[in-house]
């Protein structure tokens, strides 16, 4: 425990699945952690659970407003932010003649914007002190995903927004990085939600399953961890690079 013990970080998406987790590693290991969500129910009970060093602030992140609100909150409550945690995603499934111009509009506005506004706004904060933003990414921006056309292309996106925030930092000199995370697929509740949308949810669950040459899919547990790494400082070197924690499934 310890290894990121005075830090400041917010995690979005918090309220379930791998940012949970990931709240609650960080938490562990000692940061003071501001959990956002949109589910404020989940989030707050969180928040509640873990006790001190724990903030809950309600995050959509399609909302450039709330996205500014919750910084200027961290600016007079902590005075500093040392890691931003990108987490909050949703998955639409279907083909590309399936998906409605909505849906898809909808997926790059969680899954694309979102992460633009955190790095676009965390940046007076990070210029400050340095810092680290983790983008939880996809293996389905480097190997495309079935039936997933919204998705893939926003997750490609976002692999390569990173790379482009953390080229223009890495030269500002901040100290901020920004790396990319790239989960395999991983036992959470937007599987169960992909799995009721599909037309043969056992036959998916077997795709998926012999997708993972390891024999088995991941554990939120196992992305927290590389989570954890990305935010300390023993990742201090890294920047715009892809962390692929997939079981194998994308050689
Ligand atoms: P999840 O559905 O369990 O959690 C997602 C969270 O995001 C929920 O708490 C939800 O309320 C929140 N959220 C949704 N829309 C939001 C919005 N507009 N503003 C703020 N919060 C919002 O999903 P998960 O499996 O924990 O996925 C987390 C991230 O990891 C996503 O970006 C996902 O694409 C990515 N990912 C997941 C897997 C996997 O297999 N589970 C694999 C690769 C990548």
Redesign the pocket.
């Known amino acids: 425990a310890g290894r990121i013990a005075g830090k400041v970080a917010l995690v ?9 987790a990931i709240v609650r590693r960080f938490h562990e290991e000692g940061a003071t952690v501001v959990l ?4 404020e129910a ?1 989030g707050t009970a969180l928040a509640n659970e873990l006790g001190a060093r724990t903030d809950f602030l309600q ?4 909302s450039e407003e709330n996205w500014i609100a919750v910084f200027a909150a961290i600016a007079s409550r902590h005075g500093r932010l040392d890691v931003l945690v990108n ?5 639409t499934y279907g083909s590309v003649e399936e998906v409605t111009l909505d849906a898809f509009r909808h997926e790059m506005d ?2 694309l914007v ?1 992460p633009f506004l955190g790095c676009k706004h965390v940046v007076p904060l990070m210029r400050k002190t340095g810092g680290s933003v983790i983008n ?5 921006s480097i190997r495309a995903e079935h039936y997933l056309v919204a ?1 893939n292309a926003a ?1 490609a996106g976002v692999t390569h927004m990173t790379k482009s925030v953390a080229l223009h930092y890495a030269r500002a000199g901040y100290g901020m990085r920004c790396n990319s995370v ?10 169960d ?1 992909v799995l009721a949308q599909a037309e043969d949810p056992d036959a998916l669950y077997a795709e998926w399953l012999a997708l993972h040459p390891i024999g088995r ?2 554990k ?1 547990e196992e992305v927290a961890a590389l989570c954890l790494y990305l935010a300390s400082d023993e990742s201090a070197f890294a920047t715009g690079a892809e962390f692929v924690l997939d079981g194998g499934s994308s050689l």
């Open positions: 979005t998406g918090a309220a379930s699945g791998l940012g949970d956002t969500d949109i589910d989940n995050l959509d992140v399609t987490c909050a995603g949703i998955t969680v899954d979102g939880i990414s996809s293996m389905a998705y997750k790239h989960p395999g697929v991983i036992h959470t509740p937007i599987l939600k899919i991941g939120p």
